[in-house]
């Protein structure tokens, strides 16, 4: 009976958490109009659990606290510039200081001759498996041919990209080493891996960005106990958490996708860039010289930028990052990114099963959003893509000058076939 206590208190925690988290973003960050009780954010199919979480929103204060029947109650707090944060005690670090961030101004919509597939791109085939798209952005040569939003968003909504998040670290660590702040070849990375005798002072930093550390993580998101539930749900500072698993493979011998990497690198970005420079780091360096006005990057009670899953974007800012990888790093005839840098980061690892993986982008989508299917077979090869949680797409296919982005709340991710999606495009 203790130990079903604790577990009911940890798992209550994550669910509160979760909760809490999501209806702060959604409310304070894209400015959703929502029911805090019965938004399919935090209701709808498998998140029906939820609901038995109780969400308390002070609009005043930007917060939201839910708890699950009082039981490990948790809070998110929103803060200019940066978010909403799951408070802690202390609930946020010092030096971040506040700002506004503005919508990106972009051209008008598509022709009319995409108009039948945008109008499926938006339809429920599956009244068992929704789709849930919110908004659709096309770009081929660096002109906008096609744009469609849901009722309730617009070009102005940001949205979480997830995962998507992690092609953005990807690119940050480019513009550190481009600095000759970090090599990919560094070693010794992290205060906690510098022992003599500790064998993950052996990671380099082409092992992070490859997946391929060897640390131990499990990335399975329907236990709200694994390794990166706790990570985002359960922990202050996410990075040390990650940091702290121990090794099970050597690294670079084995490849395992892991959201854990990432925040370790946000981690590292955040030694390199130093204290007073962080907080408005992506900013600076990325998000301001992109035109990136909507972006804002999420840090944990700790103050590191959770690089695995917490950036939100308009659909047009999305598609902007992905041009700016079209376009080999250079934006507005300056080059932001090392030569070379966006051809490392879509090359293959070669431990990555099937050549899906490259470093911190995927080479090929995954089973769930069509990346087995005959339409993915037909992709130009040399098509990459950012994917994030609930079908988040972000696909750039330099061959044909693409930069395709979709977003949506596909809770069981199947119900968006992205292969099917843009094979239809390319073949119009």
Known sequence: MAWGV????????????????????????????????????ISAEAYRILRLFRASVDRAQKTVTVSFFGLSPRRAVWRPDLGATLSWDPPSPEGFAPGAAAAAAAPGVGPEKLAELLDSAFTEPDP???RRTRAIVVLQDGRLLAER?????????????????????????????????LSLAQERLLPQWSAPDDPRGRITLEDLLRMRSGLRFSEVYSNPLSDVTRMLFSQPDAAAFAAARPLEAPPGSRWQYSSGTSNILSLIARRAVGESEYPSWPRRALFDPLGMRS?????????????????????RDWARLGLFLLQDGVWEGRRLLPEGWARFLTTLTPQSPDGRYGAHWWLKLSKELGGETPAAARLPADAFH???HEGQCLSVIPSRGLVVVRLGLSIDITAWNHAAFLDELLSR
């Open 386 to 388: 950012a994917l994030g």
């Open 149 to 181: 939003y849901a009722p309730g968003f617009s070009a102005e909504t940001p949205l979480n990209g997830w995962s998507m998040a992690k092609g953005v670290m990807g690119v940050l660590i480019g513009l550190l080493v481009g600095e000759g702040k």
């Open 128 to 130: 068992r498996r929704l």
């Open 295 to 315: 972006a804002v990057f999420e840090p944990d009670a700790s103050g590191t930028f959770v690089a695995s899953s917490f950036l939100f974007a308009t659909a």
């Open 6 to 41: 604790v577990l009911l208190r940890r798992v209550a925690a994550v669910g509160a958490a979760y909760k809490a988290k999501v209806l702060a973003s959604a409310l304070f960050v894209s400015g959703i109009a929502l029911d805090a009780e019965r938004a399919d954010e």
